[in-house]
């Protein structure tokens, strides 16, 4: 993936049904919208983990190639863990989807599939229509602040 400080870059998407039924989880989908070279001036700005109290599960999500796959990866705690996920209003679900766009600018929106009550359903994460985006570093510098003290 990337060798600088702050990436791979996280989308982090805290996952919570507002009821008291239970939702299961059953995937996520990256939907590539354009796909552009790595800008060639600029400056790359890499994030800081804050950190939180809850546990993060990861996913790798490879943005260069089609299909995009969103594959499960080992968390901090050394365990791995897949779809489906259970979810209620007191037991919610935090996936950390890191980004790895390859040699491309890509912009992007996120699909989360679940059942309810027997219902399929899903809800698409597209940032008010704009989508999200990702660029590669290419041969532009990386700047990431520094620690506190």
């Known amino acids: 993936m990337y060798d600088g400080d702050?990436?791979?870059?996280?989308?982090?998407?805290?996952?919570?049904?507002?009821?008291?039924?239970?939702?299961?989880?059953?995937?996520?989908?990256?939907?590539?919208?354009?796909?552009?070279?790595?800008?060639?001036?600029?400056?790359?700005?890499?994030?800081?983990?804050?950190?939180?109290?809850?546990?993060?599960?990861?996913?790798?999500?490879?943005?260069?190639?089609?299909?995009?796959?969103?594959?499960?990866?080992?968390?901090?705690?050394?365990?791995?863990?897949?779809?489906?996920l259970k979810l209620s209003e007191s037991d919610p679900e935090q996936l950390g989807l890191r980004l790895d766009p390859g040699d491309w600018h890509v912009r992007f929106t996120v699909e989360v599939e679940w059942v309810a009550d027997g219902e399929r359903g899903s809800k698409v994460l597209d940032n008010k229509g704009r989508g999200f985006e990702v660029s590669g570093t290419g041969d532009l510098p990386t700047y990431t602040k520094p620690e506190p003290h």
């Open 6 to 84: 702050g990436y791979p870059p996280e989308l982090v998407l805290t996952l919570q049904t507002p009821t008291p039924k239970a939702v299961v989880v059953t995937g996520v989908k990256v939907k590539v919208l354009k796909r552009t070279a790595v800008p060639t001036s600029g400056v790359i700005v890499g994030e800081r983990a804050c950190g939180g109290s809850m546990m993060t599960r990861p996913f790798e999500v490879g943005l260069s190639k089609s299909p995009v796959k969103v594959l499960p990866t080992a968390g901090d705690d050394g365990t791995t863990v897949d779809f489906p």
